[in-house]
Nanobody, 123 residues
Framework: QVQLEESGGGSVDAGGSLRLSCLAS????????LAWFRQIPETERERYAS???????RDYDSVMGRFTISNDNAAKRFYLEMNDLNHEDTGMYYC?????????????????WGQGTQVTVSL
């Protein structure tokens, strides 16, 4: 059984940076899609970035140039480096994975989720 656990969230001022980390337990294949989502109240989870295994591909959605996704297969961790944060980046951030290299852009495609870590960016 795969379990994911996020860490690294917190409160920062606009322009600041945070690094989110997702630790996986159980078997994770290098060919699975790993992703970070953000959710704000009363909205669906929005995919912010995804990566497939050995740096095969990265997809940046609305945060290109500011957020960077990376992974460490040996440590079973993947990360979301967030720079130049603004108030609109505030939300609950979730890491997720699915047993497929196809990521898709919707949360419905993903099977395994962490509990989430809150990011709050002050104006």
């Amino acid at each position: 059984q795969v379990q994911l656990e996020e860490s690294g969230g917190g409160s920062v001022d606009a322009g600041g940076s945070l690094r989110l980390s997702c630790l996986a337990s159980g078997y994770i294949s290098p060919s699975w899609c790993l992703a970070w989502f953000r959710q704000i109240p009363e909205t669906e989870r929005e995919r912010y970035a995804s990566i497939v295994g050995y740096d095969i591909s990265r997809d940046y959605d609305s945060v290109m140039g500011r957020f960077t996704i990376s992974n460490d297969n040996a440590a079973k961790r993947f990360y979301l480096e967030m720079n130049d944060l603004n108030h609109e980046d505030t939300g609950m951030y979730y890491c997720a994975t699915r047993e497929d290299p196809f990521c898709g852009d919707s949360a419905v495609f993903f099977t395994y989720w962490g509990q989430g870590t809150q990011v709050t960016v002050s104006l």
